[in-house]
Antibody, heavy 119, light 110 residues
Framework: QVQLQQSGPGLVKPSQTLSLTCVIS??????????WNWVRQSPSRGLEWLGR?????????DYAVSVKSRIIFNPDTSKNQFSLQLNSVTPADTAVYYC?????????WGKGTTVTVSS | QAGLTQPPSVSKALRQTATLTCTGN????????VAWLQQHQGHPPKLLSY???NRPSGISERFSASRSGNTASLTITGLQPEDEADYYC???????????FGGGTKLTVL
């Protein structure tokens, strides 16, 4: 049974970098059928897919257009985890952030991390 | 901004049947197949069905999904109090190369 354990700070200052990590148990981040996603949810934007990282003989990243210039994903095979870095955050990035995984869908979700961008 | 369109709210009586809809286009609902997610307040979304009508293990047969043209539907039979939740549809959009979501439907069980 795949489980995702999220960690990261709940408060980030404007213009700084938001960093979250999702630790995988019950699967491998190098699984060549799964994709590892980040999704956020806010009252104003609803559920918003931020992107995914996946391994198919090499690593691929797909990013949502809305955050493409500010986002980086880092899969870490040694720790079996993947992380999100969102640069130059503003209050509009305040949301609950989820990691989610699956093969062709998102069937496993982390519990979510509430991130507030405020000085 | 939601890529798929869902009605904001639906209310149905206990033990009745609710049908929730999700409208998209040929690049997402038709091409990608629709997944349905249930979310209770304060909890992460939970996958109910994927690629139109495949249920993950452990999901009740009371939940069934279908698609007609650009509109996908989730039918919930024998409504129970615990079915009161927000329901979201999602699909892979081949033109955007991105997952898109609906704005969600709040289901109230009367």
């Amino acid at each position: 049974q795949v489980q995702l354990q999220q960690s990261g700070p709940g408060l980030v200052k404007p213009s700084q970098t938001l960093s979250l990590t999702c630790v995988i148990s019950g699967d491998s981040v190098s699984n060549n059928r799964a994709a590892w996603n980040w999704v956020r949810q806010s009252p104003s934007r609803g559920l918003e897919w931020l992107g995914r990282t996946y391994y198919r003989s090499k690593w691929y990243n797909d990013y949502a257009v809305s955050v493409k210039s500010r986002i980086i994903f880092n899969p870490d095979t040694s720790k079996n985890q993947f992380s999100l870095q969102l640069n130059s955050v503003t209050p509009a990035d305040t949301a609950v952030y989820y990691c989610a995984s699956g093969a062709g869908t998102m069937d496993v979700w982390g519990k979510g991390t509430t991130v507030t961008v405020s000085s | 901004q939601a890529g798929l369109t869902q009605p904001p709210s639906v209310s149905k009586a206990l033990r009745q049947t609710a049908t929730l809809t999700c409208t998209g286009n040929s690049n997402n609902v038709v091409d990608g197949g629709v997944a349905w997610l249930q979310q209770h307040q304060g909890h992460p979304p939970k996958l109910l069905s994927y690629r139109n009508n495949n249920r993950p293990s452990g999901i009740s047969e009371r939940f069934s999904a279908s698609r007609s043209g650009n509109t996908a539907s989730l039918t919930i039979t024998g409504l129970q109090p615990e079915d009161e939740a927000d329901y979201y549809c999602s699909a892979w959009d081949s033109s955007l190369s991105a997952w898109v979501f609906g704005g969600g439907t709040k289901l109230t069980v009367l």
